[in-house]
C-alpha cells in the first residue's frame, strides 16, 4: 500500500456530493474522517481491501469506491440509484487516476446482484428515516454480495440492526464507534450542523 492515510484523507475530502441532495434518498456524505478510518483498517487491520474486489452500495459521489482504489482494491463497483451522484463519482475517479479500475451502475440497490461474491462490501446506507427499513435492504443485498462488510448504521437502531444479521446470514465480527455531522441541507433542518452517533460494524457472511 503505497498511499499514507493522510494522503487518504486529503483526497477523499476534495470529493463532494451534489448541491441539492435528495431527501427522500437521505442523501448525505460520508464525513472524511469516518469514511479513511473505516478504508484504513479495513485494509491494514483486517486485510480486506488491497488487491480484493469490492462493492460500495449507494456510493454516492464516490468516496468510499475511490478510497477503496487508492487502497489498492484490484476492482471496485460502485452503485446508486441516483444518475447525478454517478456521473459525479465517475468523473472523481477520473479525477484522481483511478476510472481504469472502478465501474459505476445505476441500479437499485434492492435489486442489485453478482454472478460471483466479491471480498468485501463497504456502505454508508440510507438509516431508515424516511424510507423505513431501507438499512436493511441495504445491510440484506451488501450480505449476498461478498464475504465481509463494512456498514454504518445510527446507534439508536443498534439493537434492531443486531437482531437482523444473523437472519441475513451474517456474523459480526467487530464494531466500532463513529459519528457523521450532517449539515443544514433541507428547509426542516433547524440545527446548523446535526450530529448522529454510529456504529461501523464488520460483517462476516456465513451462507
Avoid at 479495513?42 to 486485510?47: G, L, M, P, R, S
Amino acid at each position: 500500500m503505497e498511499i499514507r492515510k493522510s494522503e487518504l484523507k486529503k483526497i477523499l475530502s476534495l470529493i463532494k456530493g451534489p448541491e441539492k441532495p435528495s431527501l427522500r434518498l437521505e442523501q448525505y456524505e460520508t464525513p472524511v474522517q469516518l469514511a479513511s478510518d473505516l478504508l484504513w483498517v479495513a485494509a491494514t487491520t483486517f486485510d480486506d481491501i488491497a488487491s480484493r474486489k469490492v462493492v460500495d452500495l449507494g456510493c454516492g459521489s464516490g468516496r468510499l469506491a475511490v478510497g477503496a482504489t487508492l487502497l489498492g482494491a484490484s476492482y471496485v463497483i460502485g452503485v446508486d440509484i441516483d444518475k447525478r451522484q454517478i456521473l459525479l463519482a465517475k468523473n472523481y475517479s477520473k479525477k484522481f487516476g483511478v476510472f481504469h479500475k472502478v465501474d459505476f451502475v445505476v441500479a437499485d440497490v434492492a435489486h442489485f446482484a453478482l454472478a460471483r461474491k466479491v471480498d468485501t462490501v463497504v456502505q454508508n446506507p440510507p438509516f431508515g428515516v424516511h424510507r423505513r427499513g431501507i438499512d436493511i435492504v441495504f445491510l440484506k443485498t451488501a450480505l449476498s454480495l461478498a464475504n465481509t462488510v463494512y456498514t454504518i448504521h445510527k446507534a439508536s437502531t443498534a439493537s434492531y440492526i443486531e437482531s437482523k444479521v444473523p437472519s441475513l446470514g451474517g456474523k459480526i465480527s467487530h464494531k466500532a464507534i463513529g459519528l457523521i455531522t450532517i449539515p443544514r441541507m433541507h428547509s426542516h433542518h433547524k440545527e446548523k450542523i446535526h450530529k448522529v452517533k454510529v456504529i461501523i460494524y464488520r460483517i462476516k457472511s456465513i451462507k
